[in-house]
């Protein structure tokens, strides 16, 4: 499911006109000699030029996997539904790493090119503009982690001791499954997990049924019926303790513990109980089926906010992080952006969620730890970086964090509290499993404050320079 593609037409038209004399470009992987109906390696977020494809919308991701920590290998089936957004004739998934086996698109074989972390597909006959298609796709191997030079450290599927630890944003999703890998395109998930006896796997949504054990393997199956972007998927396992039951106002909880953080698996259990019930109160009702949460022994030092089952990489998380990674569930998970440059919309609600959390719980309020922030020298770099831009090198940049949850601290102020937790209501109800960018949250700030907030959302969004006036 994904929205309007987000096609780089002026890029498009800008190789057009180039004039006749230019040196012929050199094709490279993000400029291919044009395939009449092919789809775009890429799904037109232009500072991911490779992330996502083109000219399809998958719907369903139907994930039999197998893996054996021992010999880390995984064997896979992936199942995709989709349509096509235009005449195919031949389209791409991402995948990184791993061989891939038979592929077939209804039934029929299809040849399969591989280039970087781009797999082509070609069907027997095109695809016409808005059939619907299955595409199998039987692969197998050592799924390998990102390591990014950046400060995302690794990321995606990550062996572990005892199992893999496996958290993907921003597009680590090819690391174990092909995909259309950017969050514009957003599908329905289930998963069946085959893993030795003794360790359990943990995927987003629900069991659909008791775990089956025979001949030494057990199969998990899972199903997350809400829509879902790639980057949020995990199939986590090894050794877990679980508790399961319902949160104070009913909703689902299931909350997994390695054995190591045994002593954390009640407080878990009900922080993230307690929290997703009075995030439910504030920023409306809770998007999925359940809640809860995941930690690995991982030695991450991070939390990701897989939808369902935020996981926490090898540490006691404290009721902040969980207030953020919650948060998440309503802003990241239901709530998704079309392009990763509007990062804020995730990070600075979930951070600004935490000042929230404080406020309510009766320590520092939201308007001392703005203070606080604000209080740092105009040479900080948090003031260099306009968080409203995540930078392509640098998306979790602290000022996409931090001062994004300033931008809505002050747009707080300004148009009072009646307004700004109506403006969040109706933000979530409105995009619910939906997409959104920044200009729709400053429309809708407007809209329903009835203010000019252009000068706010520029001087907290997008000057390289720390705020004085808004
Ligand atoms: N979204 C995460 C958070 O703020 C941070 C994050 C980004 C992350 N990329 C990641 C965590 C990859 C784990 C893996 O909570
Ligand atoms: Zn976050």
């Known amino acids: 499911m994904r929205s309007t593609p987000l096609v780089p037409v002026m890029l498009l038209s800008l190789l057009a006109c180039s004039p006749s004399n230019a ?24 500072d991911f030029p490779l992330d996502g494809n083109g000219g399809y919308d998958v719907a369903h991701y139907g994930l039999n996997l197998a893996y054996d920590p021992k010999s880390k290998h995984l064997a896979g089936t992936a199942t995709i539904q989709a349509t096509a957004t235009q005449r195919l004739a031949r389209f791409n998934l991402d995948l ?15 040849t399969f090119s591989r280039k970087g972390d781009e797999l082509t597909l070609v069907p ?30 690794i990321y995606g599927f990550v062996p572990t001791g005892d199992g893999a630890f496996v958290t993907c944003e921003p597009s680590g999703a090819k690391t174990w499954f092909p995909a259309n890998d950017h969050p514009a395109d957003k599908a329905r998930f289930d998963f069946s997990i085959t893993v030795p006896q003794g360790l359990t796997a943990l995927a987003n949504g629900e069991m659909t049924k008791p775990p089956a054990t025979a001949s030494g393997k057990t199969t998990f199956t899972w199903s997350e019926r809400h829509p879902m972007v790639t980057y949020l998927a995990t199939m986590t396992l090894g050794k877990f303790e679980l508790r399961q039951g319902k ?25 993230s109980g307690e929290v997703t019930d009075y995030w439910s109160k504030v920023f409306g009702p809770y998007p999925f089926s359940s809640t809860g949460g995941v930690i690995d022994d991982f030695a991450a030092g991070y939390a990701l906010e897989n939808q369902t089952k935020p996981i926490y990489g090898g540490f006691e998380p404290d009721e902040s992080i969980v207030a953020h990674e919650l948060a998440h569930q309503w802003f990241g998970d239901s709530l998704s952006i079309k392009r990763w440059r509007d990062l804020w919309l995730n990070e600075g609600f979930a951070t600004y969620a935490e000042w929230l959390w404080s406020e309510h719980k009766g320590r520092n309020t939201a308007e001392t730890i703005f203070k606080s922030f604000y209080e740092r020298g105009a040479t900080d770099p948090m003031w260099a970086y306009p968080p409203g831009v995540a930078q392509p090198k640098d998306l979790f940049n602290e000022s996409v964090y931090t001062r994004g949850g300033m931008t809505l601290h002050a747009l707080r102020k300004a148009i009072g509290d009646t307004a700004f937790f109506k403006l969040i209501k109706d933000w979530t109800a409105g995009h619910r499993y939906g997409y959104v960018t920044t ?9 329903v404050s009835g203010k000019q907030l252009d000068k706010l959302f520029d001087a907290w969004l997008f000057q390289a320079k720390r705020p004085t006036s808004w």
Not at 28 to 44: C, E, H, L
Not at 247 to 271: C, I, M, Q, R, W
Not at 439 to 447: G, W
């Open 23 to 46: 040196a012929a470009p050199v094709p490279t992987a993000r400029q291919q000699p044009p395939v009449k109906d092919a789809g775009a390696p890429g799904i037109g977020d232009r």
């Open 96 to 110: 990184s790493g791993l061989d891939v086996g038979a592929v077939k698109i209804d039934g029929r074989d299809v």
């Open 124 to 153: 027997a006959a095109p695809l016409e503009k808005g059939a619907r298609f299955t595409a199998v796709i039987a692969y197998s191997g050592e799924p390998k982690p990102i390591k990014d030079a950046g400060n995302l450290g």
């Open 247 to 271: 949160t104070p106002a009913g909703t689902a909880n299931l909350t997994a513990v390695d054995p190591k953080f045994h002593s954390e698996l009640n407080k878990l259990y009900t922080t």
């Open 439 to 447: 200009q729709q949250f400053i429309a809708l700030a407007e809209k």
